[in-house]
C-alpha cells in the first residue's frame, strides 16, 4: 500500500466546466475526508465518509459540489460550473475509526482560469 | 466557532538552532496533531498526542499536550535544511473527527 493517492496532481480549467478528482485511501482505512486549502491557510473540512456513507457535510460544500464513495473505497469529488473562488488545494485523507491521525495525499490542485 | 492559534507565524532560524511553536485553542481537544506540510504536497503527520500531559518524541522532534488540554507544542532541535516547511497543529473537534487546524508557523532556515 503507497499510502492515499490522488489524481490529478494538477488541473487547470476554465471557468463554468465541471471538474472531478478521484481519490484512492490506504485500503484498510473506513473513513475518507475532502478539505479544500487555499494559500497560507490550514486545511478546511468539506465533507467525510465511513465507508459508503457521506455523514458529514461543512457548509462551505455548495450544491455545486458533490462527493461520492460508491463502494467504500475510492472516493470522486466533483465541481460543477467552476468558479475562480474554486481555485485551492483539494486535499483527500482516510483514517481508521479508532485514530486520531490522518493520511493525507498529496492533493489536488485546481485552478480555474 | 472553534479556533487553533498557532504562534509564531513565521520563523528565520540559523542551521543548528533549537525551534519551538505552539497552539492554543479556548475549548478542551482530546487529540492533539502536529503536521508538516511541504509546498505542493498534503500534510504529513509528525506527531499524535492522546493524553493530557503527554511528552511524545519522533527523532528530532518533540511535542507536548498540554495539562490543561488547551495547548500543544512542538520543538524541533538542532534543525536541518530539510525541516523548512510549514507546520500545522489540529485537533478532531467531535468523534467525527473533523480536524480544526491552526494557521501553520512557516519554518525558514538560513544558510
Known amino acids: 500500500d503507497t499510502g492515499v493517492s490522488q489524481d490529478p496532481r494538477h488541473k487547470i480549467t476554465k471557468r463554468g466546466q465541471n471538474v472531478t478528482f478521484r481519490c484512492d485511501p490506504i485500503?484498510?482505512?473506513?473513513?475518507l475526508y475532502w478539505y479544500r486549502q487555499t494559500l497560507g491557510q490550514g486545511p478546511e473540512f468539506l465533507t467525510y465518509?465511513?465507508?459508503?456513507?457521506?455523514?458529514?457535510k461543512s457548509r462551505l460544500l455548495s450544491d455545486r459540489f458533490s462527493a461520492e464513495r460508491p463502494k467504500g473505497s475510492f472516493s470522486t469529488l466533483e465541481i460543477q460550473r467552476t468558479e475562480q473562488g474554486d481555485s485551492a488545494m483539494y486535499l483527500c485523507?482516510?483514517?481508521?475509526?479508532?485514530?486520531?491521525?490522518?493520511?493525507f495525499g498529496s492533493g489536488t490542485r485546481l485552478t480555474v482560469v | 466557532g472553534q479556533q487553533l492559534n498557532q504562534s509564531p507565524q513565521s520563523m528565520f532560524i540559523q542551521e543548528g538552532e533549537d525551534v519551538s511553536m505552539n497552539c492554543t485553542s479556548s475549548?478542551?481537544?482530546?487529540?492533539w496533531l502536529w503536521y508538516k506540510q511541504d509546498p505542493g504536497e498534503g500534510p504529513v503527520l509528525l506527531i499524535a498526542?492522546?493524553?493530557a500531559g503527554e511528552l511524545t518524541s519522533n527523532g528530532r522532534l518533540t511535542a507536548q499536550f498540554g495539562i490543561t488540554r488547551k495547548d500543544s507544542f512542538l520543538n524541533i532541535s538542532a534543525s536541518i535544511p530539510s525541516d523548512v516547511g510549514i507546520y500545522f497543529c489540529?485537533?478532531?473537534?467531535?468523534?467525527?473527527?473533523?480536524?480544526?487546524w491552526g494557521a501553520g508557523t512557516k519554518l525558514i532556515i538560513k544558510p
Open positions: 485523507a482516510s483514517s481508521l475509526v479508532s485514530h486520531g491521525g490522518y493520511t
Open positions: 485500503s484498510e482505512h473506513n473513513r
Open positions: 465518509f465511513q465507508n459508503e456513507a457521506q455523514l458529514e
Open positions: 475549548s478542551i481537544f482530546n487529540t
Open positions: 498526542l492522546y493524553k
Open positions: 489540529a485537533g478532531p473537534m467531535d468523534s467525527n473527527y473533523q480536524l480544526i
